[in-house]
Every structure is written in structure tokens, then in C-alpha cells.
């Protein structure tokens, strides 16, 4: 029985400067898949995080009431179709800029803006950094007093 304890305690030694954490490297930048498998792609800026839309899906029930005017562009080359701004229905999905998170909370949270081309409207959102591969992303609206999140997974 001491043996095996003195294993044990030997191979948590061990493992505990031969194993990456996660606050060594933990990182927001990288690309993420949304829950509706969308890609967003999120980088350093000058303050804090920027996310684009990498790989544009949509959801079925968005699909079904617009399919004509999305398969005559492409899913790809579909359009901010419902922004509150007539001036910028013109602009692609792919490549859109739809978080704008630049001030830090913590070591883990970053908060901004949320832009949802669903329904055209920005949000005051945040993302928080789970582990390494987990991401949740919430916005509210109404002061604070309605509000929903969403976990992404890391792509890479």
C-alpha cells in the first residue's frame, strides 16, 4: 500500500509542471463554432477581443422564410439582410464584425457590444472564457433584466 501511494504522489509532482493549465493558455482568440454551427473567428484588437462571422450557416426556420433570396446569392454570400440600418442590408455576412468586446471584467470576461444579424439589433454581451476549448457568450437587454447566453466550441 505505501508503495502506492508513494507512485501516486510522485506521478501528481510530476505532472503538475509536465501538464499545460489553463491559465497558462487560455487564449479568446481562435475560431468558434456557435450552436448553430456557424464559425466565428475571434482576434486581439486594440482593446480587447473583435469576432467575425468565418463561415456563415442560418438557422432552419430563418432558411425556410427567406430560401429564394438566400439560393439565389449563396449561403456565403448572404447579406445583413435585417439590419435595423436600410444602409447596411448591402453588407456580406462573411467577414461581418459581430462582437466588439473591449473592456476587461476579469481575467476570463470580456464585455461590449453583440451584433445578432438574426434580427439586426446590437446588444451589451459578454464572453467568458470557460477553458480552453469553452467559450459562453451572453446578452441582455431590458437594463440587464432579460438575458441569454450560448457555449461555442473552439474549432481552432
Given amino acids: 500500500m505505501k508503495l502506492f501511494t508513494y507512485f501516486t ?12 493549465t489553463f491559465a497558462q493558455n487560455k487564449t479568446m482568440a481562435g475560431v468558434w463554432l456557435t450552436t448553430i454551427d456557424t464559425q466565428i473567428t475571434i482576434k486581439k484588437c486594440k482593446t480587447g477581443y473583435c469576432g467575425y462571422i468565418s463561415k456563415v450557416t442560418i438557422r432552419k426556420e430563418l432558411y425556410e422564410e427567406n430560401k429564394q433570396a438566400i439560393d439565389a446569392v449563396g449561403i456565403q454570400n448572404a447579406y445583413d439582410y435585417f439590419n435595423k440600418d436600410p444602409a447596411l442590408r448591402s453588407r456580406r455576412l462573411l467577414g461581418l464584425q459581430i462582437l466588439n468586446l473591449p473592456k476587461k471584467e476579469s481575467e476570463n470576461i470580456y464585455s461590449g457590444e453583440v451584433y445578432n444579424p438574426e434580427d439586426g439589433k446590437t446588444y451589451k454581451g459578454k464572453i467568458e472564457q470557460i477553458d480552453n476549448n469553452t467559450i459562453r457568450l451572453s446578452g441582455c437587454v431590458f437594463l440587464g433584466l432579460i438575458c441569454l447566453s450560448e457555449d461555442w466550441k473552439r474549432l481552432r
Wanted: charged share 0%.
Fill in 9 to 20: 504522489l510522485i506521478f501528481v509532482f510530476l505532472t503538475s509542471f509536465t501538464s499545460p
